[in-house]
């Protein structure tokens, strides 16, 4: 009845209205457009059977599933074992199989490899700089604590044993990650919310993702199990791979949470590929704001590691006199990188 209703000569209009009828939950759109492809995409040898004809993504699947779904659709299957030795060979290689998974984008993964990801990601040493505070801590060295020696004289009958002695408490900076998953950024999302589970582990992390609305995720992270964290994730947050309004996503942000969530000196990631509906004076604005309560403002963007890549979008162009570092994040390489730059924050940050 549905297709009645369309131009059967339009694709896009075909696959919008077999997705509307046949998709009734998120984590089902990326099978539905994998089988789309599969079925309608003229057979090709050439193909490998964990990847997608006519696109430039893997299969996100299984591929043992993979291969069931081709056998069924009478696609070549011809690639399969070769496929399968490649991925066994490049997995027992050692060191120099790790080196070149660590340098391949996000977007070009296949399924195994991002299994192998995933497992990277969960084993990275992540650690924030630490800072001083205000509170005062027992120490060998240091300021003299003359309450605490007071009290011990006291106790020796008002004879001055030793001098006991304080120092600022150290702690490691919290962290607030702001994490677009439009549309735009589908390639890299998953990898990315993985990196933010990986970090949430070990450090103090408050979670956001936003596309056409902000939507707070740190609850859903804290659990263990990633894939059980990336559910939670799918059922609370109702707008991936919607459009971008990166300054309205802060606008709230600053609004509602911003008071609770940058206090102790927090540094602050904004990942994103700048492809921005809104107006960019509303970004510069609240991106502004934004960097007068924090510490440190990252901006990670995904198609920085594209070769050619110029940050010309408006919403890019708007934010970048207003960050404080602008990063890569398309690969392991890259997360690595800044980990050793969290790690290695200067206790102040020149504003000037």
């Known amino acids: 009845m549905a297709l009645n209703l369309i131009d059967l000569a339009s694709e ?14 998120k984590d089902e759109l990326q099978l539905f457009d994998a089988a789309f492809d599969i079925y309608w995409a003229p057979p090709d040898p050439r193909i490998l059977a964990g990847a997608i004809p006519g696109r430039s993504r893997s299969l996100p699947m299984d591929p043992e599933r993979a291969k069931a779904w081709l056998k069924e659709l009478g696609l070549p299957q011809s690639e399969l074992a070769r496929q399968d030795e490649r991925s066994v060979t490049a997995s027992s290689s050692g060191y120099s199989a790790e080196e070149l998974l660590r340098q391949k984008s996000f977007d070009q993964l296949t399924w195994q490899e991002s299994e192998q990801v995933r497992r990277l990601l969960a084993q990275a040493p992540w650690r924030m700089a630490e800072k001083r505070t205000r509170r005062l801590t027992p120490a060998r060295s240091g300021a003299i604590d003359l309450r ?3 009290r011990q004289a006291v ?11 304080r120092q600022p408490r150290i702690r490691r900076r919290p962290l607030v990650l702001l994490c677009d998953v439009s549309g735009s950024m589908e390639r890299y999302s998953r990898q990315l919310l993985i990196f933010a589970h990986a970090v949430a582990r070990r450090e103090e992390v408050e979670t956001f993702v936003f596309s056409t609305r902000l939507t707070r995720i740190t609850r859903q992270l804290r659990r263990r199990d990633v894939d059980r964290a990336l559910e939670g994730v799918g059922h609370s947050v109702h707008d991936f791979s919607g459009g971008t309004r990166i300054g309205e996503a802060l606008h709230e942000f600053n609004r509602k949470w911003a008071r609770r969530v940058l206090g102790h000196g927090a540094v602050v990631i904004l990942i994103s590929d700048g492809w921005d509906r809104g107006d ?12 007068r309560q ?6 990670l963007n995904p198609l920085l590691g594209s070769e050619g890549y110029e940050p010309l979008t408006r919403g890019m162009a708007a934010a970048l006199p207003h960050t404080d570092e602008f990063m890569a994040a398309h690969n392991l390489q890259a997360l690595d990188e800044l980990g050793r730059k969290l790690a290695s924050l200067d206790r102040r940050v020149n504003r000037g």
């Not at 960019?280 to 960097?291: G, I």
């Open 155 to 165: 106790r020796s009958s008002g004879e001055l044993v030793r001098l006991l002695h």
């Open 294 to 299: 924090a510490h440190r403002l990252i901006w």
């Open 148 to 150: 605490r020696t007071s």
């Open 280 to 291: 960019p004076s509303v970004l510069a604005h609240e991106l502004a704001r934004l960097r």
């Open 12 to 25: 896009t209009d075909f696959r919008e209205t077999l997705r509307t009828v046949f998709v009734t939950r």
